[in-house]
C-alpha cells in the first residue's frame, strides 16, 4: 500500500533547540497535515496545508507544502518540554488519507 | 480537551468476549471513522460512515463489525478477536467526507488476552 515516509523516526534534543522532520512520498497530494500526539491521547491537528508552496505558522510551529505536492515539513523552534510527543504527517487526495510513521520527539531541560 | 468522546479509554478482553467500543462526536460532523493504531506502524483506516451509511471499509476481518446509529455516535463491535488486534482504536470525525481536518478523540486502547 501507499506509504509515507517520516523522518527522523526520533529525536532527542536539548530545551531551546529547532527540531525539523518532514515527509516524503511518491505520490502527489492535494492536502499535507500535522498532527501531534500526546501519550494516552488521540492525535491533535497542529496545521494543515492546501497549496504547493504554501508556508503557514502555528505559534512555534511552521510547516510548508512542498512545491512538488509530493512532500511536507514541520519546524519547531525554541522547543520546551511539552513539546514532547509524537509528531504524524498526513497526506490527502481525494478519499484517501495516508499517515506516517511519526517523529517521536524528547526534549531535555 | 475533544470534541471526540470515545469510551471505554481501557479494555482487557479474551478472544471469546464480545464487547463494543463508542465513539460519540459534539462537533455536528457528518462524517465519523475508525483508525487502528499499532505500535510503529501507521494509523490504518478502519471504515468511514458517511450521513450514517458505511462507504469505505479497508478489509478489516468481519470481527469487527461497525455501526453508525446516527450521525453522532459511532460504535464498533469486537466479537472473536485475535492477539493481534491488541492496539488502540481511535475515532475521529470531519464535516464531510474525506474532508479536512479529521478530528480525533482519545481512543480505545484494547488488550487481547
Known amino acids: 500500500g501507499q506509504q509515507l515516509n517520516q523522518s527522523p523516526q526520533s529525536m532527542f534534543i536539548q530545551e531551546g533547540e529547532d527540531v525539523s522532520m518532514n515527509c516524503t512520498s511518491s505520490s502527489i497530494f492535494n492536502t499535507w497535515l500535522w498532527y501531534k500526539q500526546d501519550p494516552g491521547e488521540g492525535p491533535v491537528l497542529l496545521i494543515a496545508l492546501y497549496k504547493a508552496g504554501e508556508l503557514t505558522s502555528n505559534g512555534r510551529l511552521t510547516a510548508q507544502f512542498g512545491i512538488t505536492r509530493k512532500d511536507s515539513f514541520l519546524n519547531i523552534s525554541a522547543s520546551i518540554p511539552s513539546d514532547v510527543g509524537i509528531y504524524f504527517c498526513a497526506g490527502h487526495r481525494t478519499d484517501k488519507l495516508i499517515f506516517g510513521t511519526g517523529t517521536r520527539l524528547q526534549v531535555f531541560p | 480537551e475533544t470534541g471526540v468522546t470515545q469510551t471505554p479509554r481501557h479494555l482487557v478482553m479474551g478472544m471469546t468476549n464480545k464487547k463494543s467500543l463508542k465513539c460519540e462526536q459534539h462537533?455536528?460532523?457528518?462524517?465519523m471513522y475508525w483508525y487502528k493504531q499499532s505500535a510503529k506502524k501507521p494509523l490504518e483506516l478502519m471504515f468511514v460512515y458517511s450521513l450514517e451509511e458505511r462507504v469505505e471499509n479497508n478489509s478489516v476481518p468481519s470481527r469487527f463489525s461497525p455501526e453508525c446509529p446516527n450521525s453522532s455516535h459511532l460504535f464498533l463491535h469486537l466479537h472473536t478477536l485475535q492477539p493481534e488486534d491488541s492496539a488502540l482504536y481511535l475515532c475521529?470525525?470531519?464535516?464531510?467526507?474525506?474532508?479536512?481536518?479529521?478530528?480525533f478523540g482519545d481512543g480505545t486502547r484494547l488488550s487481547i488476552l
Open positions: 475521529a470525525s470531519s464535516q464531510v467526507w474525506w474532508d479536512q481536518p479529521q478530528h
Open positions: 462537533l455536528g460532523h457528518n462524517a
